[in-house]
């Protein structure tokens, strides 16, 4: 019987993560910070090495291969700093080129510090196997071309912050290869320089707060000061496949720059001119991108994919026939990317036909049975007010269309940045009010801060224009007048959703919005992540426990046990 071949992928920097890959499928995936409860986790993802192996029920010693996401570990920036960052941030110019960016990491990646790596690969028994690094870029492309929804040869593109010293390049799929055509340093990053130096400027989190500017974009006046923020960056005349810092600083020494061009603009209105001149750029480098290859299906990955209104824009490009957004956009979704690459390149050599799967649902992380949730609700003193409900889908359904506030903990963890129903607030959308209260009592979420709808399949024409099966909550969409049903899950502003279109893969969330619909005639609930602000998802019933305790939450659906205050 031919054997099965088994990657183990890691993502040791910046939402740091672990994946295994199992004759081309992923079989488990798990981002560190739903395991320690630290947002965007950075280092080593030691707890998430160890749980993906008992999510597939496999053995490490069963490994074909280890693939390491990055030939440098990314950092976060502002939070940690080694002083090779520092000084990389202060004479990024001198590494603008690309031959000099090569050189540099040439030199940083014999560097790479695996001791932590390796430690954990001990314990397992595995520290002998073959190690394999994964350009950061070619993780990304990875992850989205590997799993696109169809055969054709198709155009990748990622765009990040940075990554191993590039922050974007333009490739093309065939069969089992990613070809790179053209890459952007990292100092000419759009992401980076521009638009997160921006969110840095309006007092938010750089590489953490870039959706609270895309959100308050639509409030603000783009002409304001479009012409100002247009001379930070651009799509390199000479060079069109390849971007273009045209301020002149990297990241921290961009701010100087910026007050003396932003004085006295309104916040509101930079945020508009930011998101317009980034969809701008896009749309520019897009359409260069088609040109160039004659290729006009589309694969994207890097965190500047997690712009679900800059995606919209582009999905909306006359040129493109079509287009994948890889949900986990951002680098935690590079441990699935490298792993991918890690498997197409063993079997390549090994002469082994691969397999492919298309991305379908992405509940890859681990579950917990009702006796080790029931264990929990002891331990925590909760036991006294939880109760065992075999129809639990059903209750939770009615108890949102009575205006309550209904956490959910079912099933295998979501990877990626969204709650897709297993690990979600719902609320009642029909009414604008329950935004206060989920604002100002559960989520401390800032107040301009749109929602977003998880949709019955059979509903999304009812809610969205130009309709598309969209299960990720990756892109925005236009919505029609009947969207007034879920009003609350709108922007408030633009009347955009990003939604989660809701079919059969997920039974158990289904089965709460068809509740929710017998009753109340509407297809759709509002849907939140379920966390605190500023902590992430909730990975564990423990931690599930400890949000429901520290919030306004009415009740709390974890498994079949519901507790309601
Ligand atoms: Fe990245």
């Known amino acids: 019987m031919k054997k099965d071949i088994v990657v183990l992928g890691i993502h040791d920097g910046h939402n740091a993560s672990a994946a295994l890959v199992k004759n081309g499928s992923v079989v488990a995936a798990v981002q560190e910070e739903r395991l320690v409860n630290e947002k965007n986790y950075s280092g080593t993802p030691t707890n998430s090495i160890r749980k993906v192996f008992e999510i597939a029920d496999i053995h490490p010693s069963e490994v074909d291969l280890i693939a390491i996401a990055s030939l440098v570990r990314t950092h976060a920036p502002l939070k940690e700093r080694p002083i090779h960052v520092r000084l990389y941030e202060k004479y990024a110019f001198l590494f603008r080129s690309h031959k000099m960016r090569k050189l540099l990491i040439y030199f940083l990646h014999k560097r790479r510090d695996m001791n932590e790596i390796i430690g954990v690969l001990k314990e397992l028994g595995i520290e002998s196997k073959e190690i394999m690094f994964v350009e950061h870029h070619f993780a990304h492309a990875a992850c989205a071309y590997y799993q696109r929804p169809w055969d054709d040869e198709t155009l990748v593109l990622t765009l990040d912050g940075a990554g191993d010293g590039l922050c974007a390049s333009v490739n093309i799929g065939r069969d089992s290869t990613i070809e790179r055509i053209a890459s952007t340093t990292a100092y000419n990053s759009p992401s980076n320089v521009f638009y997160s130096e921006i969110t840095g400027y309006l007092g938010l989190k750089r590489w953490d707060h870039e959706y609270k500017v895309m959100g308050m974009a639509p409030y603000g006046i783009a002409e304001d000061c479009i012409d100002e923020i247009r001379k930070i960056a651009r799509v390199n005349p000479k060079m069109p496949l390849e971007f273009e810092n045209t301020i002149g600083a990297y990241v921290i020494y961009v701010q100087k720059k910026l007050r003396k061009m932003l004085a006295e603009k309104r916040f509101d209105n930079i945020a508009a001119a930011t998101q317009k001149h980034f969809e701008d750029i896009l749309t520019e480098w897009v359409r260069n991108a088609i040109e160039e290859t004659g290729l006009s299906k589309i694969c994207c990955a890097g965190g500047a994919f997690l712009n679900v209104k800059a995606n919209k824009v582009l999905r909306e490009i006359e040129e493109v026939e079509d287009i994948f957004f890889y949900p986990a956009a951002g680098d935690e979704g590079i ?182 619909e017998d009753i109340t005639g509407v297809g759709g609930v509002l849907n939140t992540s379920f966390n605190l602000h500023g902590y992430p998802i909730v990975g564990t019933p423990e931690m599930a426990i400890w949000t429901f305790e520290n919030s306004g939450l009415d009740g709390l659906a974890i498994g079949n046990w519901l507790v309601v205050k």
Not at 443 to 470: C, H, I, N, T
């Open 335 to 516: 441990a699935v990317g490298a792993a991918l690459e890690g498997y197409y390149r063993f079997c390549e050599r090994e002469g082994i036909k691969p397999g492919r799967e298309e991305l379908g649902p992405i509940y890859y992380g681990m579950e917990y049975d009702d006796d080790y949730i029931k264990e929990v609700l002891k331990r925590t003193g909760w036991i006294e007010k939880a109760e065992y409900v075999d129809n639990i889908e059903e209750e939770v359904g009615e108890l949102i269309a009575n205006n309550k506030i209904i956490a959910v903990f079912n099933g295998r963890v979501e990877w990626g940045p969204r709650a897709l129903g297993n690990r979600s607030i719902l609320a009642d959308p029909r009414d604008m009010r329950i935004i206060h209260k989920l604002n100002f009592a559960i989520k401390q979420r800032d107040f301009w801060m749109p929602f977003a709808p998880s949709v019955l399949e059979e509903r999304g024409e009812d809610y969205l224009q130009d309709y598309k099966f969209a299960p990720y909550m990756i892109e925005a969409f236009d919505t029609t007048e009947k969207a007034d049903e879920i009003v609350a899950a709108l922007h408030p502003r633009d009347r955009t959703a990003r939604p989660q279109i809701v079919n059969d893969w997920n039974p158990h969330y289904r089965n709460i919005l068809k509740a929710f």
